[in-house]
Nanobody, 125 residues
Framework: QVQLVESGGGSVQAGGSLRLSCAAS????????MGWFRQAPGKEREGVAV????????YYTDSVKGRFTISQDNAKNTVYLQMNSLKPEDTAMYYC??????????????????WGQGTQVTVSS
């Protein structure tokens, strides 16, 4: 059974940094794409960043470009999201996702994906 476990969320002041981690387990195949998504109260879930696990190509939503960096450690089956210069509007529940056997990523969308339980990020002004 595939499991994605996020960690690293917390509360910071604007301008601060956090690093989120997503540890994947239970895979019997190689997920071709993993990513981070977020959902703020009263808003729809949005893609933040994705990484193609083979090519390591990355995509970011415009609002985080230059501030967030997604990376992977294949040996640890872990994907990270380094978040710098955090803003109050970054406050949300952050979810990790990874494609299933038939899934794929398109831009910052993840279609046919497994999802983690989420980790809360709160940025105060």
């Amino acid at each position: 059974q595939v499991q994605l476990v996020e960690s690293g969320g917390g509360s910071v002041q604007a301008g601060g940094s956090l690093r989120l981690s997503c540890a994947a387990s239970g895979y019997t195949y190689s997920s071709n794409c993993m990513g981070w998504f977020r959902q703020a109260p009263g808003k729809e879930r949005e893609g933040v960043a994705v990484i193609y696990t083979g090519s390591r190509n990355t995509y970011y939503t415009d609002s985080v470009k230059g501030r967030f960096t997604i990376s992977q450690d294949n040996a640890k089956n872990t994907v990270y999201l380094q978040m710098n210069s955090l803003k109050p509007e970054d406050t949300a529940m952050y979810y990790c996702a990874a494609t299933n056997a038939a899934g794929y990523c398109s831009g910052v969308l993840c279609i046919g994906c497994h999802w983690g339980q989420g980790t809360q990020v709160t940025v105060s002004s």
